[in-house]
């Protein structure tokens, strides 16, 4: 059974902090995606990883960088949140065919 | 570019069928895909299109039709369970990575 933990479930900051999400997969999969989700605009790709230190932009990069040092784990950082950035974000690795989620983080920028 | 068309909202009622559609414009097709997602979770994985026709799968089966770019999912013996949102996601070609673009999802609601 795939497992993809997420760090937090629900995180409050305040705008200009530095914020990590983290997630991880037991699945061995190469790669991994990294989404947010907002109430109109539904799921919005920020960046994704097909291999470990590989990256590529989403559709929505500004704001956010990402880290892969090891095949499990993917790591969404907000050098300096905004409150626009408050949203549910959608951590999924996945086969070539289907991606499996993670819970989710539900963060609050003040 | 990808548009991903689907209705907000749909209501029905329990044992009822209904059938939630998708309809897509995308610089190319390697796939369509359907999510479940209830309130406040992830989405899971329901069914996966690559070819024209229907895809069984339980109870939830989905079709496809390349040509008129359109999918649905068709939903018998509706369950207040089956209250959530549904989201259909096309897959880009040359797409080793497996992105899929998403479109907004359609909740729906399952009365008594």
């Known amino acids: 059974d795939v497992k993809v933990t997420q760090s937090s479930r629900y995180l409050v900051k305040r705008t200009g902090e530095k914020v990590f999400l983290e997630c991880v997969q037991d699945m061995d999969h190469e790669n991994m995606f990294w989404y947010r989700q907002d109430p109109g605009l539904g799921l919005r790709l920020i960046y994704f990883s097909y291999d470990v230190k590989m990256k590529e932009k989403g559709d929505i990069p500004e704001g956010y960088s990402v880290s892969r040092e090891k095949k499990e784990r993917f790591s969404l950082i907000l050098e300096s949140a905004s409150t626009n950035q408050t949203s549910m974000y959608l951590c999924a690795s996945s086969t070539l065919y289907e991606q499996y989620f993670g819970p989710g983080t539900r963060l609050t920028v003040t | 570019g990808q548009n991903i068309d689907q209705p907000t909202e749909m209501t029905a009622t329990e044992g009822a069928i209904v059938q939630i559609n998708c309809t897509y414009q995308?610089?190319?097709?390697?796939?369509l895909f359907w999510y479940q997602q209830h309130a406040g979770e992830a989405p899971t994985f329901l069914s996966y299109?690559?070819?024209?026709g229907l895809e069984e799968k339980g109870r939830f089966s989905s079709f496809l039709s390349r040509s008129k770019g359109y999918s649905y999912l068709p939903l018998k013996e509706l369950q207040m369970k089956d209250s959530a949102s549904y989201l259909c996601?096309?897959?880009?070609?040359?797409?080793?990575?497996?992105?899929?673009?998403f479109g907004k999802g359609t909740m729906l609601l399952v009365s008594p």
């Open positions: 995308t610089s190319g097709f390697n796939g």
């Open positions: 996601a096309v897959r880009a070609p040359g797409s080793g990575y497996s992105t899929l673009t």
């Open positions: 299109n690559v070819l024209d």
